[in-house]
């Protein structure tokens, strides 16, 4: 006997429940997929910031709002690290002007790199004043050499040397002053013919000084002995002697003049 196809009879509540219970992991598995896709799907990339920097201003190194520095400011660092260091132009690879002159070939008006070479220039002419003063002019004349390889044509560069072959065309000599002269200062009971030795030196001394022209730095051991020298010599001129006062032994009188008085200069 053949029985009809069994039929399962699920009570209404128990369907109702059976059918939610598909619903939820049928959303479940719908949520895993699309959560697996946004995991494997990479993220669209922020949106551009607007910016009113213009480009052609981050080109050339222009401060712009303190985020875009001098494009040059790492050689200028080093520049300035040879400048403290005193190496100018040598050794050339790692010198200023080496360092400047980098920056000016890409910016040639750059006002640093400009303030640069002067300071360089500066220096080298403050040197040659100094030798040119102390007599030293083949050291004079080398920091000039130097300085005119920064500028050849700066017009301090070429007072600087005129005033160096000036300083060459001066004679020199020193009259080393006697020590029974320098007595005579503090003497009180001198005789008549020591006040004619003194007299006699010192009238001889500053016609030798007016003869010359010649100007005059007198060398002393003290301000007092040297102001005493200097006018007693100037009461045997007939016009004001022209010189300078220094504290140095032995005592002495250095008289500077033009060795061909033909060129000689006001």
Not at 224 to 252: C, F, H, M
């Amino acid at each position: 006997m053949i029985l009809p196809p069994y039929t399962l009879q699920i009570p209404d509540g128990r369907r109702a429940f059976s059918r939610l219970l598909k619903t939820t992991w049928f959303s479940s598995l719908v949520l895993i997929l699309v959560g697996c896709n946004s995991l494997t799907t990479p993220a669209s990339d922020p949106p551009a910031i607007s910016s009113s920097i213009d480009q052609s201003e981050i080109e050339t190194g222009q401060q712009t709002d303190g985020y875009y520095p001098d494009r040059h400011q790492g050689l200028l660092d080093l520049a300035d690290h040879a400048l403290k260091r005193q190496h100018l132009t040598q050794p050339e690879a790692t010198s200023a002007l080496t360092y400047f002159n980098l920056i000016l070939i890409t910016d040639p008006d750059h006002q640093a790199a400009r303030a640069g070479l002067k300071t360089i220039i500066d220096q080298y002419l403050e040197w040659a004043l100094r030798a040119i003063e102390a007599a030293n002019y083949a050291e004079a004349n080398q920091f000039l050499e130097r300085a005119a390889r920064v500028d050849p044509k700066s017009p301090d560069i070429t007072a600087m040397a005129d005033r160096l072959r000036r300083k060459r065309e001066e004679g020199r000599l020193t009259e080393i002053v006697p020590v029974w002269l320098l007595a005579a200062r503090t003497e009180t009971s001198q005789t008549t013919a020591e006040d004619a030795q003194v007299n006699t030196y010192l009238r001889n001394l500053a016609q030798k000084i007016e003869t010359l022209n010649a100007k005059i730095a007198i060398y002393s051991a003290n301000d007092a002995e040297g102001r005493w020298l200097y006018q007693q010599l100037n009461a045997n001129t007939v016009n004001r002697l022209r010189g300078t006062l220094k504290i140095d032994t032995p005592s002495r009188i250095e008289m500077h003049f033009k060795s061909n008085p033909s060129t000689m200069l006001d």
